[in-house]
């Protein structure tokens, strides 16, 4: 065997170790951090603290009834519901204010007519809802959500409550329906847990910081001390931002799992997928080396494996008996063995079909793209566009009130 297959064979084996340590980090986190779910313990301290829950919504009418009315379905003692409506052309204002309160929680509709000049618009509609709320805690949520259990917020206060968190982000349920979501969203989502390990986003000594819009809980004087809304006001990913002020200000910052307490469809197809996800891994990822470096990453661990298996193959079959080619098919093997082994964990953890595991090799070309896209809009190739804002490199485009949610 010449050096490079014995380099190649190499490579391999180091990727499948790589797997193989996923393995053992996936049982350790299940360990230490179960899922929250509507079984989980509730102590809560008496009185209750007070919860202020808020959701923006930009041309929402096919989510936002179903968002605010589980949100209202809440059993928690100390709550109160804010839903803003942020510009909507479509009915998203005459639904919010057609919901009544229910089980004796107090609702208020709030309407967002124009957006302040340098602000992004989700973070300009929850800063203003912000400043009607009377909780010690506020909970932002996104319009897609919702509550599949009334005992969510009950669960998560008595959960940060009792382990003095100052800042709680329950990430979601992907709940998927088409084919594109099935195979796209398990990859994207592992391509987040690469960068943003569970385990160190909880260790109060690392730097790490990762957290969902779809549900973050903080203390109120954690959220006036790090600025609020308007300390991100240009941001795409501001939960991600608030996140790293939190870890910044030597605040408590905790991310889990969810079992049966809420789900989110982020999106219905190929094309929102492709532009959502371009838009997440953007702003989260926020340099062009981190883009970089995650593209080399996936290419090399889940997309280089399929490759050199075909390859070794076609080698072995095509070559003389004794063939270096043998090796490459059987370190592709192992790899992918590994791999696949560990993805039918990780898809189950996530509530995503097992049976779509074998797919993952096309969705992980197709998150590449995704990658490579969104290195472009960084570096300025390419404008962004994200319901009605449109992005140039790093910079925040505004005209007039052609600005996104």
Not at 46 to 74: F, G, H, R, W, Y
């Amino acid at each position: 065997m010449n050096i490079a297959f014995m380099i190649w064979s190499g490579l391999l084996v180091l990727i499948a170790l790589l797997w193989a340590s996923r393995h053992l980090a996936l049982s350790r986190n299940a360990r230490l951090d179960k899922p929250l779910s509507s079984g989980s313990s509730v102590k809560l301290p008496t009185p209750a603290p007070t919860v202020s829950m808020l959701v923006a919504a930009k041309d929402e009418e096919a989510n936002i009834e179903t968002c605010v009315t589980t949100m209202l379905s809440q059993d928690y003692p100390a709550l109160e519901v804010f839903a803003i409506n942020d510009r909507s052309t479509d009915r998203t204002a005459e639904i919010i204010e057609g919901i009544t309160s229910q089980n004796g929680i107090p609702y208020t509709p709030l309407h967002i007519a124009e957006l302040r000049e340098g602000w992004f618009g989700k973070n300009n509609a929850m800063h203003e809802g912000v400043q009607h709320a009377q909780g010690e805690w506020l909970c932002f949520t996104d319009a897609d959500c919702r509550q599949t259990s009334d005992k969510t917020i009950s669960v998560a206060v008595s959960y940060a409550v009792e382990n003095q968190i100052d800042f709680l982000s329950v990430l979601p349920v992907l709940e998927t329906k088409s084919f594109w979501e099935r195979v796209l969203q398990p990859v994207c989502a592992a391509i987040l847990v690469m960068w943003f390990r569970p385990e160190k986003v909880n260790n109060p000594k690392s730097s790490a910081s990762y957290a969902n819009g779809a549900f973050m809980l903080m203390r109120r004087d954690l959220y006036d001390a790090i600025g609020g809304h308007e300390r991100v006001k240009t941001e795409v990913n501001e939960d991600m931002h608030m996140a790293r002020l939190t870890k910044q200000s030597g605040r408590r910052l905790h991310v889990i799992q969810n079992d049966d307490l809420y789900l989110t469809r982020m999106y219905a197809n190929f094309g929102e997928c492709w532009r959502g996800w371009t838009r997440i891994f953007y702003g989260c990822f926020g340099s062009f080396r981190r883009l970089a470096v995650s593209a080399l990453v996936l290419s090399l661990s889940s997309i280089m494996p399929w490759c050199s298996l075909f390859a070794g193959m076609v080698g072995w079959l095509a070559a003389e008996e004794g063939s270096a080619w043998r090796w490459i098919f059987l370190a592709s093997a192992l790899t992918i063995a590994m791999q696949q082994s560990l993805l039918v964990r990780f898809y189950r953890v996530n509530r995503a079909s097992s049976w779509y595991v074998p797919t993952y090799f096309i969705g992980a070309v197709i998150a590449f793209g995704m990658l490579l896209n969104a290195m472009t809009k960084l570096g300025g190739l390419r404008t962004m566009t994200w319901r009605g804002t449109t992005y140039r490199g790093d910079q925040l485009a505004t005209q007039g009130d052609r600005v996104a949610r």
